[in-house]
């Protein structure tokens, strides 16, 4: 019996790209379609805070942005290449399972390989990469711990990694790449983040009031505090905290997803309605409201 599951993209020249799923189902075959934009979104058309191009500009570390299916994670990375792309001179070397977005080179040189075509896994690619004098690596997706600990060392050894994960929150993903390892090796592993996880970004999409759809944020970016809760010392339950203090004026521009979420409903952009929906407690939501 012939199996098909196929995965990949393509462009329709000066209209957009799009990304297929094509796959068999009880003696039938199906198609899934997703329609690309052909222009690569910047981070302000995105209407993301000022501290993700900061991140973007870092000279190294491993960034990762993470969410459900479909919340926007892709769009937000392409846009984080792209204000590198804008902003400065570098190599940038994509792994991406298709290539979504295709980026033209301007103050930056993009070699993008995609999985199946240009070489036959991300781990393959990414032990490649390394030789290949990057300055910046795209890691379409985190799947294994094999690809977890080989784009730590290209981080320990002063590249910028940047990749995803089907995570819902920080801590979630923190946990979830401690998991993926042996308990035998947790201890070096969590060292081994707690030096080189630079920023994690946590993503919702929730309905607009006025727009078809509006991303919601978690931030975490990481300083001493966080550092001491990745390898153990504080409760992992801090890393909130410290968020919640960096959305506050003079703070490492973190926040979690409910300030962010308060934010959008008193600029208007979401109902109150969906902020009830989407925040982790009605009570204090309800609460900051009449405060304020």
């Given amino acids: 019996m012939l199996l098909i599951e196929i995965d990949g993209a393509f462009t329709i020249p000066e209209m957009c790209r799009v ?3 094509f796959f068999k189902y009880s003696d039938h075959y199906g198609i899934i379609l997703r329609i690309i934009n052909d222009k690569i979104p910047t981070l302000k058309d995105l209407a993301m805070p000022p501290i993700l191009g900061q991140i973007a500009l870092q000279n190294r570390g491993l960034i990762l942005i993470t969410g459900a299916t479909g919340s926007g994670k892709s769009t937000t990375l392409a846009a984080m290449i792209n204000h ?5 001179a570098a190599h940038i070397l994509t792994i991406e399972d298709p290539i979504e977005y295709v980026h033209k080179q301007q103050r930056s040189r993009i070699t993008q390989r995609e999985v199946g075509i240009d070489t036959d896994s991300y781990t393959l690619a990414l032990r490649s990469a390394l030789r290949q004098d990057p300055d910046v690596i795209l890691i379409g997706e985190m799947r294994d711990p094999e690809t977890v600990s080989i784009a730590l060392k290209a981080a320990e050894t002063g590249h910028v990694v940047f990749s995803t994960m089907h995570t819902t929150n920080v801590l979630t993903t923190i946990g979830r790449m401690i ?14 983040m707690a030096e080189n996880l630079h920023a994690v970004v946590g993503q919702r999409m929730l309905p607009g009031k006025n727009t078809n759809n509006v991303i919601a944020q978690e931030i975490m970016v990481t300083n001493p505090g966080v550092k001491e809760a990745i390898q ?15 959305f506050q004026k003079g703070g490492n521009g973190g926040q979690t997803f409910d300030q962010h979420i308060m934010r959008l409903y008193q ?5 109150k309605e969906t902020a009830l929906e989407a925040v982790s407690s009605q009570a ?3 609460q900051k409201l009449i405060v304020e």
Avoid: L
Avoid at 84 to 88: D, Y
Avoid at 232 to 246: F, L, P, Q, T, V
């Fill in 267 to 271: 600029e208007k952009i979401i109902s």
């Fill in 284 to 286: 204090d939501f309800i």
């Fill in 179 to 192: 998991s993926m390892f042996p308990a035998t090796e947790q201890i070096e592993i969590r060292k081994r």
């Fill in 19 to 21: 990304r297929f799923n």
């Fill in 84 to 88: 590198i792309n804008e902003n400065k």
């Fill in 232 to 246: 153990g010392k504080e409760d992992i339950s801090r890393i909130h905290s410290i968020m919640a203090n960096g």
